[in-house]
């Protein structure tokens, strides 16, 4: 793999840019392998990165039924932030941020980190209350956040409307160090780095069984025939309730659609994240100029990565109120993706009743910001068992009842 | 977009009229039940890739629960019926092996 440098621009220039090779190898898959994981989208690639960077276990299929960052990875709004109220969300959320401030560098591509801040409206006196608990809470989890007031809302978004008239702006929690990655590079960038540590990337493998005898994970049957490992790893989203039924387990997963939407391109206008939690909207403007919109999850469960029209109207009527200028813009694109929710709104990061078998899933709604913390915990989970990282987010804390409780936390939406 | 017929009254209407109220035929368990059947019933669904059971509640009609019948990768209906029973009634059965042959009922479980 060659460096990606301003030199090899200038050096490629010289010869009709005919030497850039391809940023990852698409090998046939082996018999046998340390680590498979399933599940080729950021998640699934930031965990062999890890495992073969801080744990230097480079023997690992990464296995995707379609193409690499073809699911949720590829279908969010690309949104970075790490102002959760929990102590293990803030850990784990501020892991990866932190992480991303560097991942172009460590990666050797550029990912687009742009920490351009994140701004969660507070539109009613319970939303103050709560964000105002909220930046108390992330003080003493050492993430920086901190509440504004509605003059200073105005000021860092001048088209906002503070005044409206059935939520006005009483103010917002502001994370200044919070932004958007390009999301498609953070998959790029992952596999042209495991790929160069001599992982395999194999993707149109669907898994469509998975093996265990006694108990024990020893393989799993594809469309590109049986392959076996010594650990299983299902970072699957949407489908981990699909996938854990092959091995024989329930999860407490329902999954459902979230859709997304992006406006024609504008002249720039807006240089922050700005989400409103309470009329269920969220927006920034791409580099393009795009303005991207998401909203909530469709109320029932989904497999179809689409989702109501009447979805996008509740939305977007929503910004509207409190954007007044973007009631004249033409939607472009739509699109949805399958998100696994669950009960307490928090992920599972854990070991499975299946012995040498773990699941990262459950990120719901939040997954993109989170792709390399998940992955660094993760990593570490299977490589020793047991991680500081993800040790609250295990499969028991149902049975426990010791839930990581975001869905009441107004730290998500959802 | 769905389009749902509510088995009560009788209305055929849009998914806005209704509001989905999650997995069916949840067996509830009540005091002096184990952890085992607590965790099962409160946190664990189906969440099937095809059919589901699930309740639906006629908001903006009679406002009465009933169940459904759907798939979840194709968003097809096969049936409603009212929510007043342990398991779907023999037509549902009937109208999902038709377009799923092979389908049984809680071959999950």
Same mark, same amino acid.
């Not at chain 1, 790893?233 to 489908?239: K, R």
């Not at chain 1, 109320?299 to 910004?319: D, K, P, S």
């Not at chain 1, 813009?329 to 009743?353: A, E, F, H, N, Y």
């Not at chain 1, 390399?372 to 068992?385: H, I, Q, R, V, Y």
């Given at each position: ?21 391809? !940023? ?22 930031? @965990? ?47 892991? $990866? ?37 909220? $930046? ?25 409307? %503070? ?17 958007? $990655? ?10 042209? !780095? ?6 395999? %990337? %194999? ?18 049957? @594809? ?91 509740? @939305? ?25 929710? @669950? ?48 040790? $609250? ?22 | +977009?769905? #389009? ?68 979840? +990768?194709?968003? /097809? #209906? ?17 109208? #999902? ?9 809680? /071959?999950?479980?």
């Amino acid at each position: 793999m060659k460096r990606y440098s301003a030199f090899a621009i200038a050096r490629e220039a010289f010869r009709n840019h005919m030497g850039w090779g391809r !940023a990852w190898a698409s090998p046939e898959p082996r018999k046998k392998y340390d680590v498979i994981i399933i599940g080729a989208g950021g998640h699934g690639l930031a @965990t062999a990165y890890y495992l073969g960077r801080n744990f230097g276990i480079t023997n690992v299929a990464v296995l995707e039924k379609g193409w690499l960052g073809g699911g949720n990875t590829g279908r969010n709004t690309t949104i970075i932030r790490s102002n959760y109220l929990q102590d293990p969300s803030a850990a784990i959320y501020e892991k $990866a941020r932190g992480l991303y401030e560097t991942l172009s560098q460590d990666l050797n591509y550029n990912v687009m980190f742009s920490p351009r801040g994140v701004m969660m409206l507070a539109q009613t006196q319970h939303e103050v209350r709560g964000y105002e608990r909220t $930046a108390h809470a992330n003080a003493l989890q050492g993430v920086k956040t901190e509440f504004i007031g509605p003059d200073k809302v105005k000021q860092l978004v001048p088209i906002i409307n %503070i005044d409206g008239p059935r939520y006005p702006v009483l103010g917002a929690l502001w994370q200044a160090r919070g932004g958007t $990655a390009r999301h498609d590079a953070v998959a790029w960038g992952y596999a042209r !780095a495991c790929s160069n540590m001599g992982m395999h %990337i %194999i993707q149109k493998c669907e898994v469509t069984g998975v093996r265990q005898e006694a108990g024990k994970v020893v393989g799993v049957d @594809t469309t590109r025939g049986a392959i076996d490992c010594d650990k299983l790893g299902m970072v699957v989203a949407g489908h981990a309730g699909h996938v854990a039924g092959m091995a024989g387990f329930r999860l407490p997963v329902e999954s459902v659609a979230l859709q997304a939407l992006v406006s024609e391109p504008i002249k720039p206008c807006m240089d922050v994240v700005v989400m409103a939690n309470t009329v269920h909207g969220y927006m920034s403007q791409s580099d393009k100029g795009e303005m991207v919109i998401g909203g909530g999850t469709d109320g029932y469960n989904n497999y179809t990565q689409r989702g109501g029209f009447h979805h996008i109207e509740e @939305t977007v009527r929503a910004l509207v109120e409190t954007f007044p200028m973007i009631a004249r813009l033409k939607m472009l694109r739509q699109w949805g993706g399958i998100v696994d929710v @669950t009960g307490d709104r928090s992920p599972i990061i854990g070991p499975t009743p299946l012995e040498n078998c773990f699941i990262n899933c459950g990120w719901g709604t939040g997954g993109f910001k989170s792709i390399p913390g998940s992955g660094w915990g993760f990593a570490e989970l299977m490589a020793k068992g047991h991680s500081p990282l993800t040790e $609250a987010f295990g499969l028991n804390r149902f049975y426990e009842g010791r839930f990581i409780d975001e869905s009441v936390a107004a730290g998500v939406a959802h | +977009m769905l #389009i749902l017929t509510c088995p009560v009254c009788g209305v055929t209407g849009e998914e806005t009229e209704f509001h989905g109220g999650g997995e069916a035929h949840l067996k509830r368990f009540g005091p002096g039940s184990g952890d085992t059947e607590f965790h099962g019933y409160l946190f664990t669904r189906e969440n099937p890739k095809g059919v589901h059971f699930e309740r639906w509640r006629h908001n903006n009609g009679c406002g009465k629960w009933f169940h459904a019948a759907r798939c979840t +990768m194709t968003l /097809e #209906i096969f049936g409603t019926y009212l929510a007043q029973t342990y398991e779907p009634p023999q037509h549902i059965k009937d109208a #999902i092996t038709a377009k799923r042959p092979g389908w049984k009922w809680r /071959e999950f479980s």
